[in-house]
């Protein structure tokens, strides 16, 4: 008898495993499509960081007026150390905050820095198909 409840007391913990493990498979699989945001991927952040050192770099050029020479410069390994979701005006939106590598020619010199900080904020658009960088005013 004694044998036959702990075959009993087995086969409940088994059933009870198993079904952790059939539970934790479905919340991995929700996880890797997307049903749980983890904000943009590392190619739209790259591509951001690269639009927004274009766009500082013509601001600059207009403010100081310089001739509108094309500086010669790349941006590589892009570093994501901090991502964070904020509202902007009522808005979902990603703070990224990180480093680039900056390398390149410009009005007078050549350029090399290896840790330059970046931060830009992203907002999804078309349920996270497409990303816009955004400027928050204030």
Known sequence: ??????TKAWSRVWR???RALIITALALSVMGCGGLS??????VIE???VRQFEATQQELQQQLSLEDTPADFQISRVKVER?????LQDLPAYRVEGTYR???RGLSRTVRQSRHPFEIY?????GGETWGLVRPIG
């Open 1 to 6: 008898m004694r044998v036959l409840g702990w």
């Open 16 to 18: 009870t495993a198993v």
């Open 38 to 43: 983890r904000g943009p991927a590392d190619a």
């Open 47 to 49: 591509q951001a960081v």
């Open 83 to 87: 991502t964070q979701q904020v509202k």
């Open 102 to 104: 900056l390398t390149g």
């Open 122 to 126: 992203l907002q999804s658009q078309d």
